[in-house]
C-alpha cells in the first residue's frame, strides 16, 4: 500500500483531493497554503478538505473563484455572510450536521454565535482573501 491510511488528526492535518482521485494527507505547517501551491500545480483544480474550530468572528473575507465550497457544521452556531453587490446575505448554521454551500465567487466570512466547529470542502485554486469585500465584488 502506497500511502499511509492513517488515522490522522483533521486539525494538524488537511486532505488534498486532486484531479486524478487522489487523497493525499498534507500535515499543517506554517507555509502549508504556499506548499499546497508549490506541490499541487497552483492547485488547480484540487479540493482541500479541513476542519477548523473557531470562537471569533474571521479577520478577513475570502472568496473562491473556481467552485463551490461545502461547509458542513460540527458543532456550535455561526453566521455565515456571503457578499453580493446587492449586500450581505446572513446564514445561520446552528444544527450539527447542516451544511451550506458558499456559491463559487462569492466573498463569504463567518462570526460565530459560540465556539463552533466545521468542516470545509474548498476547491483552492485562486482563493483570494481580503479584509473587506472590494466595493464592486469584482476580484
Known amino acids: 500500500m ?7 488528526d483533521m486539525v494538524s492535518t488537511r486532505v488534498v483531493l486532486d484531479p486524478q482521485g487522489s ?21 488547480a483544480g484540487c479540493v482541500l478538505l ?5 470562537d471569533e468572528a474571521w479577520p478577513s473575507w475570502e ?4 467552485g463551490d465550497e461545502i ?4 458543532f456550535g452556531d455561526v453566521d455565515f455572510v456571503l457578499w453580493s453587490p446587492d449586500g450581505e446575505q446572513t ?9 451550506i454551500v458558499v ?13 463552533t466547529g466545521m468542516l470545509f470542502v474548498t476547491p483552492g485554486e485562486g482563493t ?8 464592486s465584488g469584482a476580484r
Open 2 to 8: 502506497a500511502v499511509d491510511p492513517g488515522p490522522f
Open 91 to 99: 446564514v445561520r448554521v446552528d444544527q450539527p450536521g447542516s451544511f
Open 103 to 115: 456559491p463559487k465567487g462569492t466573498w463569504h466570512t463567518a462570526r460565530p454565535r459560540k465556539p
Open 128 to 135: 483570494e482573501n481580503a479584509e473587506q469585500p472590494p466595493a
Open 63 to 66: 472568496i473562491h473563484p473556481k
Open 23 to 43: 487523497a493525499t494527507p498534507k500535515p499543517v505547517t506554517p507555509s502549508f497554503y504556499a506548499d499546497l501551491d508549490r506541490d499541487f500545480d497552483g492547485f
Open 50 to 54: 479541513s476542519k477548523y474550530e473557531f
Open 71 to 74: 461547509v458542513y457544521l460540527l
